[in-house]
């Protein structure tokens, strides 16, 4: 077994909440480390693409399913949740029982790992098994955060408290310290692929800009803004803006001699990165700890949710880049203009911070857990 001695191997499914990109990404790099250590490691998440994408990596994946839960007015209400799911709950109901048979079949595990989704929960229980929380959303479970102008945490600890009535231990990723009195929570920094901790960072006159969609609020207002600001005020840097595939041919347009559009491509993006001066973004969690830990700068313009709004409030509070709520002239230019300053106070709270890779902490507490039980039997059918 590599890296890890004698521990005994473990077999892990990790459940991964498969909307976007960044609990993917987190939980891969996890996986990957706990498979070079020796252990068995096989995925539950929602979204065939996501799935592939765990497969192309070796893995054995499976695709459930997650209700859809969306908040008004901050709360999920009971009446929204059942309208929402009523036509897919029949059939999602049948896929998660088909899932717990194709675990049973195939090994049921020592441990279940949970991002944001209701399937390995429900497999924890099941099985009498230990359920570990591993993501950035039970910072708001676990700590009273504030409303942050009309957005408030509720939904967001609702779909904890859904997804997972309780969990054994919360590991939640944080770029910035924080502290809860439940021992079973502990603090870590963020999960960062290797491929972003080993980039070679320089400093060229280069900017790079990616925009997500979220629903109905999609990249172009802050494509078109930011490229015209480059256009008419910033002559000495070149702008390389990503955007999703599906958005590109919409977004062509803004592109001159110094202001690219390009499909995203993860390396690539990564890359330019890591030579970038700063970065222009939404507020989201994980392309926030990428930045910080290539020690550039953000200015971040946060997408309707409580949790982007929160990623960056705390950006600026802390100094280590800035924000609004849309790209307008003004403040891109004193974001650039302080960029050097907001440079050295990110490298700082970096090498404080953000240098320790918590995967090994992560894999020691599993493999710290007793030997799992022999698998609960399913009653006999009368």
Same mark, same amino acid.
């Not at 603090?187 to 280069?206: G, H």
């Not at 392309?287 to 709004?309: F, M, N, R, W």
């Not at 995967?359 to 710290?368: C, D, G, T």
């Given at each position: 077994?590599s890296?890890?001695g004698n521990v005994r191997?473990l077999?892990?499914i990790?459940?991964v909440?498969?909307?976007?990109m960044?609990h993917?990404?987190?939980?891969?790099?996890?996986?990957?480390?706990?498979?070079?250590?020796?252990?068995r490691?096989?995925?539950?998440?929602?979204?065939?693409?996501?799935?592939?994408?765990?497969? @192309?990596l070796?893995?054995?994946?499976?695709d459930?399913?997650?209700?859809t839960?969306?908040?008004?007015?901050d709360r999920?209400h009971?009446?929204?949740?059942?309208?929402?799911?009523?036509?897919?709950a029949?059939?999602g109901?049948?896929?998660?029982?088909?899932?717990?048979?194709?675990?049973r079949?195939?090994?049921? $595990? @020592?441990?279940?790992?949970?991002?944001?989704?209701p399937?390995?929960p429900?497999?924890?229980?099941?099985?009498g098994?230990?359920l570990i929380?591993?993501?950035?959303?039970?910072?708001?479970?676990?700590?009273?955060?504030?409303?942050?102008?009309r957005?408030a945490?509720t939904?967001?600890?609702q779909?904890?408290?859904?997804?997972?009535?309780?969990? @054994?231990r919360?590991?939640?990723c944080?770029?910035?310290p924080?502290a809860?009195e439940?021992r079973?929570?502990e603090f870590i920094?963020?999960?960062? $692929?290797?491929?972003?901790?080993?980039?070679?960072v320089?400093?060229?006159p280069?900017?790079?800009?990616?925009?997500?969609?979220y629903?109905?609020h999609?990249?172009?207002?802050?494509?078109?803004?930011?490229?015209?600001?480059?256009r008419?005020s910033v $002559? @000495?840097?070149?702008?390389?803006?990503?955007?999703?595939?599906?958005?590109?041919?919409s977004?062509?347009?803004?592109?001159?001699?110094?202001v690219e559009i390009?499909?995203?491509?993860?390396?690539?993006?990564?890359a330019?990165?890591a030579?970038?001066?700063v970065?222009?973004?939404?507020?989201?969690?994980?392309l926030?700890?990428?930045?910080?830990v290539?020690?550039?700068p953000?200015h971040l313009?946060?997408?309707p949710t409580?949790d982007?709004h929160?990623c960056a409030?705390?950006?600026d509070?802390a100094?280590?880049?800035?924000?609004?709520p849309?790209?307008?002239q003004?403040?891109?230019?004193?974001?650039?203009?302080?960029?050097?300053?907001l440079?050295?106070?990110?490298?700082?709270?970096?090498d404080?911070y953000?240098s320790t890779d918590?995967?090994?902490r992560?894999a020691?507490?599993?493999?710290?857990?007793?030997?799992?039980?022999p698998?609960?039997?399913?009653?006999?059918a009368?």
């Amino acid at each position: 077994m590599s890296g890890n001695g004698n521990v005994r191997q473990l077999n892990v499914i990790i459940g991964v909440n498969g909307i976007g990109m960044g609990h993917t990404v987190r939980q891969s790099v996890i996986a990957q480390y706990l498979r070079d250590r020796g252990h068995r490691v096989r995925i539950v998440t929602n979204g065939q693409s996501r799935a592939e994408y765990f497969r @192309d990596l070796g893995f054995l994946a499976w695709d459930g399913w997650m209700p859809t839960l969306l908040a008004r007015d901050d709360r999920i209400h009971a009446r929204d949740a059942v309208r929402a799911n009523m036509r897919e709950a029949p059939g999602g109901l049948l896929r998660h029982l088909q899932l717990r048979r194709a675990v049973r079949n195939s090994g049921v $595990p @020592d441990v279940f790992v949970t991002d944001y989704e209701p399937n390995t929960p429900r497999l924890a229980y099941h099985f009498g098994r230990p359920l570990i929380s591993i993501d950035q959303q039970s910072k708001y479970r676990h700590l009273d955060l504030p409303a942050l102008g009309r957005y408030a945490r509720t939904a967001d600890e609702q779909r904890l408290r859904y997804f997972a009535p309780r969990v @054994d231990r919360s590991f939640i990723c944080s770029y910035v310290p924080l502290a809860a009195e439940d021992r079973r929570v502990e603090f870590i920094a963020p999960v960062v $692929p290797d491929l972003v901790r080993s980039a070679p960072v320089t400093t060229e006159p280069l900017v790079t800009a990616y925009f997500s969609r979220y629903f109905d609020h999609g990249p172009e207002e802050s494509v078109r803004e930011l490229a015209s600001v480059f256009r008419q005020s910033v $002559p @000495d840097r070149t702008l390389r803006i990503y955007t999703q595939p599906t958005e590109l041919r919409s977004l062509r347009g803004y592109a001159d001699a110094r202001v690219e559009i390009r499909a995203f491509d993860r390396e690539a993006f990564i890359a330019d990165m890591a030579r970038s001066e700063v970065v222009f973004s939404n507020a989201g969690f994980n392309l926030i700890s990428e930045a910080l830990v290539l020690g550039k700068p953000v200015h971040l313009v946060p997408l309707p949710t409580y949790d982007q709004h929160w990623c960056a409030k705390v950006i600026d509070e802390a100094e280590l880049g800035t924000a609004a709520p849309r790209i307008e002239q003004p403040a891109v230019l004193d974001f650039l203009a302080r960029g050097r300053a907001l440079h050295d106070n990110v490298v700082r709270h970096r090498d404080l911070y953000l240098s320790t890779d918590p995967r090994e902490r992560i894999a020691s507490y599993l493999e710290s857990l007793p030997t799992a039980r022999p698998p609960m039997l399913e009653p006999i059918a009368r």
